[in-house]
């Protein structure tokens, strides 16, 4: 391989990890003084939740809430995250007869995920804190700007039955 292939390959191997036109009608994102702006258009996708506390999501199949009582530090940023979560009924009445995890992968990709790069982060430990539901995530470290995904999966004590929630947060530079 050439010196120049080498280069070449390296470069479009870092560009394709560098973000990209995330703008809802196809056209650039830039900034007022006319630069782009490409992660302030993703932290503007519609795919992303806006934080706050006690966030309460419904599972895919509306078996469950998982509420994202509070993030350490708030909102989650780059870097290492600590997150509080508490399952519960669809109704979002805090129960204790469903498990919590957070699979290494879900839907055939790392989890948690950045959907537009293609690639995933370290594991998180998910941690019981109380009995009524409640549960520790942590570490859950973001490692770079963009969107990113966690999916969490419950299943009820006993039951086959396996729901998922997802969470995605768009994370810029500080």
């Known amino acids: 391989m050439t010196r120049t292939s080498a280069f ?11 973000g990209g036109d995330h703008s809802t009608d196809g056209s650039p994102a830039v900034m007022d003084a006319g630069t782009p702006d490409l992660i302030g258009a993703m932290c503007k996708d519609p795919r992303a939740d806006v934080y706050q506390p006690n966030l309460m999501k419904s599972s895919s199949m509306g078996l469950y809430t998982l509420t994202l009582n509070a993030s350490d530090p708030a909102p989650p940023i780059l870097g290492n995250n600590s997150w509080t979560v508490t399952v519960g009924d669809p109704s979002g009445t805090p129960i204790s007869t469903a498990a919590l995890a957070v699979p290494t992968k879900f839907g055939g990709h790392p989890n948690p995920w950045m959907p537009d790069h293609g690639h995933g982060t370290t594991l998180v430990q998910v941690t019981p804190a109380t009995g009524t539901g409640g549960y520790t995530i942590t570490p859950l470290y973001y490692y770079m700007p963009g969107l990113w995904t966690i999916t969490f999966t419950l299943q009820a004590n006993g039951s086959d039955v396996v729901d998922s929630v997802a969470f995605s947060f768009c994370l810029a530079d500080s």
């Open 8 to 18: 070449l390959a390296l470069f479009f191997g870092f560009a394709a990890c560098g």
